[in-house]
Every structure is written in C-alpha cells, then in structure tokens.
C-alpha cells in the first residue's frame, strides 16, 4: 500500500471560477476573457498568465497527479486567448494566424535583443524532492498586481537617445489622479498620465535636480491611446 500525494484538481478548478478566469454553463466550464487585465500589452498578459500556471505547476511539482495540471493549462490558455482576441478585436482564425496555438510573439528587451515568449504547455513531470511542506501563495494573486504605468520597451531616452536601461519618467505626479474615479477608471487614469522615455541616468538627474537641459515637459511625450496603439 502506497501513500500518494495529489494536486487538488477540483479546488483549483473553483479557485479559477471565483477569480473569474472560467464560468460553468450547462454543466461545463468555459474560459472567458479577463477584461480587467485587456488594458496591459500583450507582451505583459502572456508573461502574466504564464507566471500564474508556473506558481502552479512549481507547488505541485512533487504530485503524484501532476500531469492534470494540463486541464488548468487548457483554461488558462483559452481566457488568455480571449482576453487578447477582445483586447485587439480579433476574430478566432485572424489570432491563430498571428499568435499561433502556443501564443507566441517576440519582444525587445531592455538590453536590445529580440526574444520570443509564448504560452506553451511545459513538459509536467513529477519531482518527488521538491515537496516544499509550505502554504501555496496564490498564484492568481498576480491578477491583482497593480499597474502604474505601461511602456514600450524600444523607445529610446528622449534626452541623450540611447536605448539602454529605458525608464518612464512621469510628468504628471499619480496624486493628481481624482480620487472619486471607479479603481477601473483609476487604473485608465495612471496608465494616461503624461510620460516620457529616459534612460536611467538621465532619470537620476531629473528626480536628483542635476537635470539643466530642456523642459521636459515641452518633449512629445508617451501616452497609451489603445490597445494596441501609442503615440
């Protein structure tokens, strides 16, 4: 007689309901879009949902049922495809030909290198050593992280023009965000505040007032107009 140790499948499945990432109809569950999360690049969903099956798939490492953990793959997958199909207004067959099956797509990292990210199923295979004996920090938590700001990577600093170590810098302060906006219309408002690229140099001089060049605030500056969209 052997002890066996399993991934509570059933909980987790309801725990994905409850967070919203599934419904039930008819007896089924089906994936549905995280309209909350639609207004983040879609660099930044892939990376998100994958951060959330990997909290799980590395808990339940040493589970003798380890391989189901596919069925919250499945889910996870499908609300991300919905969530981008609403996101950019893409019809089923128009985001096959462009993320693929595995959700995949490239992007430019700070240090300039194009890389690929996707949403693959991970080879699940048990590890009986990794039973870790602590409390499961929720992996939907990661559903909740705040956004502040959002930015594209590839633009360079808006002083010196070099495309290392990019940050924003914003112009307006996130207390002039009104207080009596909806957290949706909160979250709007952050994203929209007036920002500029700046390397991280020219960053510390502003914020340390070693800054003497030009008026930042007369420099074009960033501000997200969509979902796929900047100027």
Request: proline share 5%; net charge positive; charged share 30%.
């Amino acid at each position: 007689m052997n002890i066996t140790m399993n991934a509570p499948l059933k909980d987790l499945i309801l725990r994905l309901e409850t967070s919203e990432f599934i419904r039930l109809k008819d007896n089924k569950y089906n994936a549905r879009p995280k309209v909350t999360l639609s207004l983040l690049p879609t660099r930044d969903l892939i990376l998100r949902f994958r951060s959330i099956f990997k909290g799980y798939t590395q808990y339940y490492s040493f589970s003798d049922n380890i391989e189901k953990l596919k069925y919250i793959y499945i889910f996870l997958r499908n609300s991300l495809e919905k969530t981008i199909r609403f996101k950019e207004k893409l019809k089923k067959d128009e985001f096959l030909r462009i993320y693929g099956k595995n959700i995949r797509m490239s992007i430019l990292r700070k240090d300039g290198k194009r890389v690929s990210i996707d949403f693959s199923l991970p080879l699940l295979k048990r590890s009986p050593n990794r039973f870790l004996g602590k409390t499961l920090s929720d992996p939907l938590g990661s559903k909740k992280w705040r956004i502040s700001t959002i930015f594209p990577f590839d633009r360079p600093c808006a002083n010196c023009g070099t495309h290392h170590n990019i940050e924003m810098h914003h112009i307006k302060h996130i207390r002039t965000v009104n207080p009596k906006l909806s957290s949706f219309d909160k979250m709007v408002s952050r994203i929209n505040r007036k920002q500029i690229p700046l390397c991280q140099q020219c960053h510390r001089s502003v914020h340390n007032g070693l800054y003497y060049g030009f008026s930042l605030k007369h420099y074009k500056y960033t501000r997200w107009t969509g979902p796929s969209k900047w100027q």
